[in-house]
């Protein structure tokens, strides 16, 4: 499949830095955007706790990677594209079902 996406970080311009993470998608159904949930742990000094934390990162998708709900995918830090996406899923480590 032929891709023009000028924001694909495969075959587009858009160069990624910093910060990468895996996560979930847990919601592609925006276009081009998937939500990734991530897990991680904290520690909280206070209780002495180390405590399981999520987030949900809003990634652009490009067509050509088109990730669906449930995949494992990896995530990385890019320019911002909108209001709340700066980050763009550079891969899929693993298809979920269906
Ligand atoms: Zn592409």
Do not use: W
Not at 26 to 55: D, N, Q
Request: charged fraction near 30%.
């Amino acid at each position: 499949m032929e891709c023009n996406d000028i924001k694909c970080p495969i075959h587009g311009k858009l160069k990624t830095h910093g910060y990468e993470f895996e996560g979930v998608v847990v919601s592609a159904r925006a276009m081009k955007t998937a939500i990734v949930k991530r897990e991680y742990s904290t520690f909280l000094h206070k209780y002495e706790r180390s405590l399981r934390k999520t987030s949900r990162i809003p990634a652009y998708n490009p067509a050509c990677i088109g990730a669906k709900q449930g995949d494992v995918v990896r995530i990385a830090n890019t320019r911002r594209l909108s209001k709340t996406k700066s980050f763009v899923v550079t891969e899929i480590l693993k298809r979920g079902q269906k």
